[in-house]
């Protein structure tokens, strides 16, 4: 089992910035990609960045691409995502994720381990 927990969301203005961190602790060596995903109530995960298990290769969704960051440090188990020029639409409850497969996934049912998520709030 791996435990996620995500910190770093709160108020922002719009334009600001904000940096997550997505801490892991028990099977750390079965873990590879990480995920960030971000929803809203009523509506479904969408998928926001991933980066694979070296931090050679990321993958953005196209409504952050330019704005947000993934990034990983193995060594302290630990992703974050950081998030510039945030809009009113960013504001979400943002969810940590990990797979235990190298390749990059972009779906929810991709990923085997989650954190219970932190919110982040854009005001305009």
């Known amino acids: 089992q791996v435990q996620l927990v995500e910190s770093g969301g709160g108020l922002v203005q719009a334009g600001g910035s904000l940096r997550l961190s997505c801490a892991a602790s028990?099977?750390?060596?079965?873990?590879?990609?990480m995920g960030w995903f971000r929803q809203a109530p009523g509506k479904e995960r969408e998928f926001v960045a991933a980066?694979?298990?070296?931090?050679?290769?990321?993958y953005d969704a196209d409504s952050v691409q330019g704005r947000f960051t993934i990034s990983r440090d193995n060594s302290k188990n630990t992703a974050y995502l950081q998030m510039n020029s945030l809009e009113p639409r960013d504001t979400d409850i943002y969810y940590c994720?990990?797979?235990?497969?190298?390749?990059?996934?972009?779906?929810?049912?991709?990923?085997?381990?989650w954190g219970p998520g932190t919110q982040v709030t854009v005001s305009s």
């Open positions: 994720a990990v797979r235990s497969w190298a390749d990059i996934a972009t779906l929810p049912n991709q990923y085997a381990y």
């Open positions: 028990g099977r750390t060596s079965s873990m590879y990609t």
């Open positions: 980066i694979s298990w070296n931090g050679a290769s990321t």
